[in-house]
Nanobody, 121 residues
Framework: QVQLVESGGGLVQAGGSLRLSCAASGSIFSINAMGWYRQAPGKQRELVAA???????NYADSVKGRFTISRDNAKNTVYLQMSSLKPEDTAVYYC???????????????WGQGTQVTVSS
């Protein structure tokens, strides 16, 4: 069984910074891509940033230059450093990871429980 636990959300003023963390635990053979998604009230969940096991990154246009995704493979942890935050960044942020629990089993698309980020104007 695999679990993703997020931390680091909260309330911040516009222009401020937050760092989100997401640690994967359980029976893990390998982790492929990891990423962060967000969902604002009344909107669909959208990709914010993703990072492969080799370190290649991909960002939504709306966060390029402001957010940085990174990962520590030894700790099975992915981070999202958010800077120059805007009120429109307010959302529940979800961690996602493509996890293989055994070499012979297919990859599982796993989700965290979400962490609230609120940016006040």
């Amino acid at each position: 069984q695999v679990q993703l636990v997020e931390s680091g959300g909260g309330l911040v003023q516009a222009g401020g910074s937050l760092r989100l963390s997401c640690a994967a635990s359980g029976s893990i053979f390998s982790i492929n891509a990891m990423g962060w998604y967000r969902q604002a009230p009344g909107k669909q969940r959208e990709l914010v940033a993703a990072i492969t096991s080799g370190g290649s990154t991909n960002y939504a246009d709306s966060v390029k230059g402001r957010f940085t995704i990174s990962r520590d493979n030894a700790k099975n942890t992915v981070y999202l450093q958010m800077s120059s935050l805007k009120p429109e960044d307010t959302a529940v942020y979800y961690c996602n990871a493509e996890i293989t629990v055994a070499a012979i089993l297919p990859t599982l698309n796993s989700w965290g429980q979400g962490t609230q980020v609120t940016v006040s104007s």
